[in-house]
């Protein structure tokens, strides 16, 4: 099995991807227990009109295509982002065992930043969730493209 840095170069490359589709870089990865990539997904909400199109349900909906299955019952989510109230509750619906992301979201995340949703005691499953890994990587993408976007408008 691999580190989750290995798991979050992978999630990196997605945000990458985003950056070069003019998204906000953000990027995610689904691995199965076994430690194998099982979906991958970049922000593209703009490019696909759709609102629901975060790195996070993108990987989300490929794992679910890839293994016939909404439900990814001991999986890990990397994200390079602290995820939002929507992929929050896609998260848990989708019965992730554990979440992993790289840059706090101060304004949205629900993580960490602005509410814990995964600690709530309402949900029928648990979600452990790992904070910090390669953070600044993940940091400087979003600087870019937001530094960039200032100065084209």
Do not use: Q, V
């Given at each position: 099995?691999?580190?989750n840095e290995f798991?979050?170069?992978?999630a990196l490359d997605q945000a990458h991807l985003a950056l070069a589709a003019e998204e906000v870089p953000v990027g995610a990865v689904v691995v199965s227990a076994e430690g194998e990539v099982i979906g991958?997904?970049?922000n593209a909400p703009v490019g696909r009109h759709d609102p629901t199109a975060h790195a996070e349900v993108q990987?989300?909906?490929?794992a679910?295509?890839?293994t016939d299955n909404y439900r990814l019952t001991g999986c890990t989510l990397y994200v390079t982002v602290e995820p939002c109230l929507m992929?929050?509750?896609a998260i848990?619906?989708?019965r992730i065992k554990r979440v992993v992301y790289g840059a706090p979201e101060p304004r949205t995340g629900m993580a960490q930043s602005r509410a814990n949703l995964f600690a709530q005691?309402?949900?029928n499953h648990d979600v452990e969730v790992v904070s910090g890994i390669l953070a600044a990587p993940a940091r400087r993408l979003l600087k870019t493209f937001f530094e960039k976007r200032r100065q084209s408008s």
């Open positions: 099995m691999h580190s798991y979050m170069h992978r991958e997904g970049f990987a989300l909906r490929d679910g295509r890839r992929c929050t509750g848990i619906h989708a005691p309402w949900h």
